[in-house]
């Protein structure tokens, strides 16, 4: 699964429970597929054992969280892009109005893996959607506009997770192809100062050292040079979300959650 990333099946396996937790706050129905086809031993069902462990109960129900946040944010342009898609399934879940275009732009492993394990349950997106096969290091904004998209609609911008940070050129490219009334939704993960249970036991029971991530980042103010370019910029928690929508993860003390932050942007 290494072409596909551990990283992608731990927020599908958050989605799948999710979406059977009795206050659930988003239903991915198709989350749970990628985990058994991946073959790994993660619970991709709630069970109240979960909500104790740093890991599915604190974790878990942060991606859960922001599932459902993404999920009210993409409705409300012609065109959505999600960078980085890994193994979202908005364009097979979510009531679109009949214009909307949604282009997933991902590595080629990644869309191929998705595609199989949603073709064997014969899933059709209920949108017209448009996967770009090409790494976010590549010259994705070409085959971007190269497979339809077009410059002139304003456009909702995801990228939930893929990155710790946008870096300045892909944030510019962002805006070059943006029209007035464009969104963009992507998330901040600070190098966390205390590691704590959580990631610990993320590294025992699905061998991703999240640590190591944070190794090489280095933190950019992507939300300052938004704004420096014309767009409007608020800087969230995810505990502002826990708030509005009466469920998620709260604040504890020595959070590695806390200096996470969630931005969204209007051009």
């Known amino acids: 699964m290494a072409d596909v990333g551990l990283t992608s099946l731990l927020v599908a396996a958050a989605r799948a429970q999710e979406a059977t937790r009795p206050d659930s706050l988003a239903q991915d129905q198709f989350a749970r597929l990628f985990v058994g086809a991946a073959g790994v031993s993660w619970p991709a069902v709630w069970s109240d054992d979960l909500d104790s462990r740093p890991l599915w109960g604190r974790l878990g129900r942060y991606f859960g969280l922001r599932t459902r946040l993404v999920d009210d944010f993409v409705i409300g342009t ?84 893929v990155l710790l940070t946008l870096s300045p050129s892909l944030v510019r490219t962002v805006s070059t192809l943006s029209e007035p009334g464009s ?30 991530l944070f190794a090489d980042h280095v933190p950019r103010d992507s939300a300052a040079l938004l704004a420096s370019l014309g767009w409007s910029v608020s800087v969230h928690t995810c505990f502002d979300f826990t708030t509005r929508y009466g469920a998620g993860p709260l604040p504890v003390p020595a959070d590695p959650l806390a200096g996470n932050r969630w931005v969204i942007a209007t051009a």
């Open 78 to 161: 012609p065109q959505t892009v999600l960078l980085g898609a890994g193994l979202d399934t908005r364009a097979f879940r979510l009531r679109w109005p009949a214009d909307s275009h949604v282009f997933e732009v991902d590595r080629p492993a990644v869309l191929d893996f998705k595609h199989e394990v949603l073709a064997s349950v014969g899933a059709l997106p209920v949108v017209r959607r448009t996967p770009i096969p090409v790494d976010l290091r590549g010259n994705w904004s070409a085959a971007l506009v190269d497979a339809g998209f077009r410059p002139g609609l304003p456009t909702t911008w995801v990228a939930e997770g």
């Open 183 to 212: 969104r963009l939704f992507h998330e901040i993960v600070a190098t966390p100062a205390v590691a704590g249970p959580l990631y610990a036991e993320t590294l025992a029971e699905t061998g991703i050292d999240l640590l190591a």
